[in-house]
C-alpha cells in the first residue's frame, strides 16, 4: 500500500503471471470483456506459475482448480480466472497449491498450470484479474504491458482522495517499484456510491440462479461462490433479460431479489 502526500492511499494489485499485460475488453469472452463479472486487466501468460496479487485470505477454489477467489483485509476482493473455458478440462493441467482460509501474501504461489499442456490442447491461456467487490468509495488505474509475476502492479486500487488533486493522486499512485511512472496506465471505472456508502448485497442464492438456465451457467461456473459477489442487475444483464422483456425487466428483477 503507498500512500502519497495528498493523502491518497493506493493498494497495487500485482501482476498474478509473468507475462503481457492487456485491457481486459480484448478477452474474446463477453462474461470478461463487458465486464460483467468486475472490472481489471488480463494476462497473456509466459509460464503457469500463478502467485497471489495482494496480501489475502483464499475464500474459494474452483472445483476444476482454474479459478481463485481472494480477498484483502481492507475488503478487496480478487479473482483470478486461468484460461478461458479452462472449467471443461476438469482440473487437468492444473496443480493447487493452497487451500481455502489460507493466509497468503503477494507473490506466494497459489497454483501451477501447465502451460505447455494447455496450448496442445489448444486453449486460450489469457487470464483475467478482476476486481469484484470491495470497490465502494475507491476508483482504480490499470497498467498494461510487460509484467512479472509478484513484482509489477497491474491495478492500483486508490482509497481515501480528497475531491481535489485526485487526477494528480492516480498519476502518482500507479508506479513499478523503482517510483517511475508505469507506461500504459489507464483509468478503469469507478464503481463507488460516494453519497450513499451503499454496500453489495449478500451472496447471491446460486442454487437458484442454476434454475434460470444455461445462460448463466457460465459465470456460476468461474464466479468463486464462498466470497465473491455480483450484483443480480450485472446477472439479469448478462442473461438478456433486459433485451427479452424490456420494460417488464424491472419487475423480474424484483421478484427474484424477493427469492434471493
Same mark, same amino acid.
Given at each position: 500500500?503507498?500512500?502519497?502526500?495528498?493523502?491518497c492511499?493506493?493498494?497495487?494489485?500485482?501482476?498474478?503471471?509473468?507475462?503481457?499485460?492487456?485491457?481486459?475488453?480484448?478477452?474474446?469472452?463477453?462474461?470478461?470483456?463487458?465486464?460483467?463479472?468486475?472490472?481489471?486487466?488480463?494476462? !497473456?501468460?509466459q509460464d503457469?506459475? @500463478?502467485?497471489s496479487?495482494?496480501?489475502?485470505? /483464499?475464500?474459494? &477454489?474452483?472445483?476444476? =482448480?482454474?479459478?481463485?477467489?481472494l480477498?484483502?483485509e481492507?475488503?478487496?476482493?480478487v479473482?483470478i480466472?486461468f484460461?478461458?473455458?479452462?472449467?471443461?478440462?476438469?482440473?487437468?493441467?492444473?496443480?493447487?497449491?493452497?487451500?481455502?482460509g489460507?493466509?497468503?501474501?503477494?507473490?506466494? !504461489?497459489?497454483?501451477?498450470?501447465? @502451460?505447455?499442456?494447455?496450448e496442445?490442447?489448444? /486453449?486460450?491461456? &489469457?487470464?483475467p484479474? =478482476?476486481i469484484c467487490?470491495?470497490?465502494?468509495?475507491?476508483?482504480?488505474?490499470?497498467?498494461?504491458?510487460p509484467?512479472?509475476?509478484?513484482?509489477d502492479a497491474?491495478?492500483?486500487?486508490?482509497?481515501?482522495?480528497?475531491?481535489?488533486?485526485?487526477?494528480?493522486?492516480?498519476?502518482?499512485? !500507479?508506479?513499478?517499484?523503482?517510483g517511475?511512472?508505469?507506461?500504459?496506465?489507464?483509468?478503469?471505472?469507478d464503481?463507488?456510491?460516494?453519497?450513499?456508502?451503499?454496500?453489495?448485497?449478500?451472496l447471491?442464492?446460486?442454487?437458484?440462479?442454476q434454475k434460470?438456465?444455461k445462460?448463466?451457467?457460465t459465470?456460476i461456473a468461474?464466479?468463486?461462490?464462498?466470497?465473491?459477489?455480483?450484483?443480480?442487475?450485472?446477472?439479469?444483464?448478462?442473461a438478456?433479460?433486459?433485451?427479452?422483456?424490456g420494460?417488464?425487466?424491472?419487475?423480474?428483477?424484483?421478484?427474484?431479489?424477493?427469492?434471493?
Amino acid at each position: 500500500m503507498n500512500k502519497n502526500t495528498d493523502g491518497c492511499i493506493g493498494i497495487r494489485i500485482l501482476s498474478p503471471l509473468t507475462g503481457t499485460a492487456v485491457p481486459l475488453e480484448e478477452v474474446p469472452d463477453p462474461v470478461f470483456s463487458q465486464k460483467i463479472i468486475g472490472d481489471g486487466v488480463a494476462i !497473456l501468460p509466459q509460464d503457469g506459475n @500463478l502467485v497471489s496479487p495482494i496480501d489475502a485470505e /483464499v475464500v474459494s &477454489i474452483a472445483e476444476t =482448480l482454474h479459478a481463485y477467489g481472494l480477498r484483502s483485509e481492507n475488503g478487496i476482493e480478487v479473482m483470478i480466472h486461468f484460461g478461458l473455458e479452462t472449467v471443461a478440462l476438469k482440473g487437468e493441467c492444473f496443480q493447487c497449491c493452497v487451500k481455502v482460509g489460507d493466509k497468503v501474501k503477494a507473490g506466494e !504461489l497459489l497454483a501451477k498450470a501447465d @502451460l505447455k499442456a494447455l496450448e496442445e490442447k489448444q /486453449v486460450n491461456t &489469457i487470464t483475467p484479474v =478482476l476486481i469484484c467487490g470491495g470497490m465502494e468509495g475507491r476508483s482504480m488505474n490499470a497498467f498494461t504491458g510487460p509484467v512479472k509475476a509478484g513484482t509489477d502492479a497491474v491495478i492500483t486500487v486508490l482509497d481515501h482522495c480528497p475531491p481535489d488533486g485526485t487526477a494528480e493522486a492516480e498519476t502518482a499512485a !500507479l508506479q513499478n517499484p523503482d517510483g517511475a511512472p508505469a507506461a500504459n496506465a489507464s483509468s478503469l471505472t469507478d464503481t463507488a456510491d460516494r453519497k450513499t456508502g451503499k454496500t453489495r448485497k449478500s451472496l447471491i442464492n446460486f442454487d437458484f440462479l442454476q434454475k434460470l438456465g444455461k445462460v448463466l451457467m457460465t459465470v456460476i461456473a468461474v464466479m468463486p461462490a464462498a466470497g465473491l459477489m455480483i450484483s443480480v442487475g450485472k446477472l439479469i444483464q448478462m442473461a438478456g433479460i433486459q433485451a427479452i422483456y424490456g420494460p417488464k425487466a424491472d419487475v423480474l428483477k424484483s421478484d427474484i431479489n424477493d427469492i434471493l
